[in-house]
């Protein structure tokens, strides 16, 4: 069986090499000429580290991991500790997976690199796509070029602006979710004695939060600002942001955050936009992963691993049955409620982020400081079905 997979992101990337450990000839068509380094920092729960594990690409990303001491969450002014709960080795004895902290760039080199010595994945560079054709039998795609290729399966992994969920779906708008994110990355030896927790921490206020996270085994510092705006038009990963309007939406904050942006040498913004998550597909053989399937906003950190847990179920449900029409729906129906769930709980979290300090939104945040001295476990529960997840061994 041969299948043609539309993008050489992680989505990509990773569902071509579980469709390899199940027997199947993959190609893997990425439009770029090369893979640049774009993108920041991203988390990967133990949920993502066991399907690393299992693709065996774990090896190659250990030089660059960091694995973050505990989960924080603190007032964005003062910088007083909310709560402080651990996750090194904690991660692994209750969920089964570490937690760590990576470049995307890093996990993308590191798929590369599982890709390059797997003999049944051909990856073409300078492959744009522009459609493809469902011919029942097989299907077609064609590329920018002319060029067209034929296969049993396309899998489109393309992004959030992917040519085959416009051709799916339709193309329509996303909405804007009244929210822009700043980005930035710098040596942490730039940092004094404002250096940011070895940890996962969030930083939270009024219509604002932000994210500082180590990467680079811990040598780089990531840093996520994510604030209300009204209106924004561009959604790009590399537009080049104002630090003087960066360090303004974050004026009166603690030193820490403030330091990070003032010492970065850039700093990119991008407006965060909502997509309809995981639609029921018309018979095809045309799977959807990852963002060209179901967006996430950023405040659960899941992401890069939903689209990892999409490679694995979308491999085990095509080796369940031979029909791969069939095997495309039943992959729709086990990820459709757990991925709108998780997008469900990515808005929640960026509400209870941007919560008003008034009496409501101290109470909430006392009452997690509570429950974190009564018992870590109550605040870790709240991750159990998302982080124990074994996307090898789960019903499908």
């Known amino acids: 069986m041969k299948a043609l997979v539309v993008g050489g992101g992680i989505a990509g990337l990773a569902t071509s090499l579980s469709l390899a450990k199940e027997g199947w000839n993959v190609t893997v068509l990425e439009q770029g000429e090369n893979f640049r380094e774009i993108g920041a920092g991203i988390q990967i729960s133990p949920n993502g580290t066991k399907i690393l594990e299992y693709l065996s690409v774990?090896?190659?990303?250990?030089?660059?991991?960091?694995?973050?001491?505990n989960l924080e969450l603190r007032y964005g002014v003062s910088g007083k500790s909310i709560f402080k709960v651990p996750l090194k080795n904690y991660a692994s004895q209750r969920w089964g997976g570490r937690y760590v902290h990576i470049?995307?760039?890093?996990?993308?080199?590191?798929?590369?690199?599982?890709?390059?010595?797997?003999?049944?994945?051909?990856?073409?560079?300078?492959?744009?796509v522009?459609?493809?054709?469902?011919?029942?039998?097989?299907?077609?795609?064609?590329?920018?070029?002319?060029?067209?290729?034929?296969?049993?399966?396309?899998?489109?992994?393309?992004g959030i602006k992917s040519i085959i969920r416009s051709q799916m779906l339709g193309d329509k708008p996303p909405k804007f979710t009244g929210n822009i994110a700043w980005r930035a990355l710098l040596p942490l030896n730039l940092l004094k004695e404002n250096t940011p927790p070895p940890s996962a921490c969030v930083w939270v206020g009024d219509g604002r939060h932000a994210v500082t996270t180590r990467i680079r085994s811990g040598k780089v510092v990531n840093f996520v600002g994510i604030v209300k705006k009204a209106e924004?038009?561009?959604?790009?990963?590399?537009?080049?942001?104002?630090?003087?309007?960066?360090?303004?939406?974050?004026?009166?904050?603690?030193?820490?955050?403030?330091?990070?942006i003032e010492k970065s040498k850039d700093i990119y913004i991008w407006g965060l936009f909502e997509r309809s998550g995981l639609a029921e597909q018309t018979e095809?053989?045309?799977?959807?992963?990852?963002?060209?399937?179901?967006?996430?906003?950023p405040s659960m950190a899941q992401g890069s691993v939903q689209?990892?847990?999409?490679?694995?179920?979308?491999?085990?449900?095509?080796?369940?049955?031979?029909?791969?029409?069939?095997?495309?729906?039943?992959?729709?129906?086990?990820?459709?409620?757990?991925?709108?769930?998780?997008?469900?709980?990515?808005k929640s979290n960026l509400k209870l982020f941007h919560s008003k300090l008034d009496y409501k939104g101290i109470f909430k945040?006392?009452?997690?400081?509570?429950?974190?001295?009564?018992?870590p476990a109550l605040i870790h529960s709240r991750q159990d079905s998302i982080y124990s997840y074994n996307s090898m061994h789960s019903s499908i």
């Open 284 to 297: 095809s053989s045309i799977a959807l992963v990852g963002d060209a399937a179901h967006p996430m906003l």
């Open 365 to 375: 945040y006392r009452a997690l400081t509570l429950a974190a001295r009564i018992s």
């Open 232 to 260: 924004w038009t561009e959604e790009s990963w590399v537009t080049k942001g104002d630090k003087d309007m960066a360090l303004n939406d974050f004026s009166g904050w603690n030193e820490v955050v403030r330091e990070i």
């Open 307 to 346: 689209a990892l847990e999409d490679a694995v179920i979308l491999s085990r449900c095509l080796n369940a049955q031979e029909d791969v029409r069939g095997a495309i729906k039943s992959f729709y129906s086990a990820r459709r409620k757990r991925v709108s769930d998780i997008q469900e709980r990515s």
């Open 103 to 128: 470049h995307r760039y890093d996990l993308l080199k590191g798929l590369l690199s599982a890709v390059k010595r797997n003999p049944k994945i051909e990856l073409k560079t300078k492959s744009k």
């Open 130 to 158: 522009i459609g493809y054709i469902d011919k029942v039998s097989s299907v077609e795609l064609t590329l920018e070029s002319g060029l067209r290729f034929s296969a049993d399966l396309i899998v489109g992994a393309d």
């Open 58 to 69: 774990m090896p190659d990303l250990e030089p660059s991991l960091f694995e973050p001491l």
